[in-house]
């Protein structure tokens, strides 16, 4: 079992910047992909990030492509989501999620595990 815990998720104003982690907890040697998908009210959630566990190879949605960058530190079991340039569309509930798969890199059903979910609002 793996426990996902986010954080620094806020409000901030068009084109500022915010910095979500989320830790991870228990059996994280079993992992191989740690991803962030956002839920906006009324909207599907949807793929933003993805990053190998062990290697580091990156993925991004093209919505946020140059704007995100998703990092991680293996000795403090942390994935970082670094938002610069944010958006009024950014606003969302942002949720990290991990998996001891390779597979469905981009999709909610690709995970097994989930944070609990933190707010981003950025306002125009």
């Known amino acids: 079992q793996v426990t996902l815990v986010e954080s620094g998720g806020g409000l901030v104003q068009a084109g500022g910047s915010l910095r979500l982690s989320c830790a991870a907890s228990?059996?994280?040697?079993?992992?191989?992909?740690m991803g962030w998908f956002r839920q906006a009210p009324g909207k599907q959630r949807e793929f933003v990030a993805r990053?190998?566990?062990?290697?580091?190879?990156?993925l991004y949605a093209d919505s946020v492509k140059g704007r995100f960058t998703i990092s991680r530190d293996n000795a403090k079991n942390t994935v970082v989501l670094q938002m610069n340039s944010l958006k009024p569309e950014d606003t969302a509930v942002y949720y990290c999620?991990?998996?001891?798969?390779?597979?469905?890199?981009?999709?909610?059903?690709?995970?097994?595990?989930w944070g609990q979910g933190t707010q981003v609002t950025v306002s125009s």
């Open positions: 990053i190998i566990w062990n290697g580091g190879s990156t």
């Open positions: 228990g059996r994280t040697f079993s992992l191989y992909k």
């Open positions: 999620a991990a998996s001891p798969l390779a597979i469905l890199p981009t999709t909610a059903s690709g995970y097994n595990y």
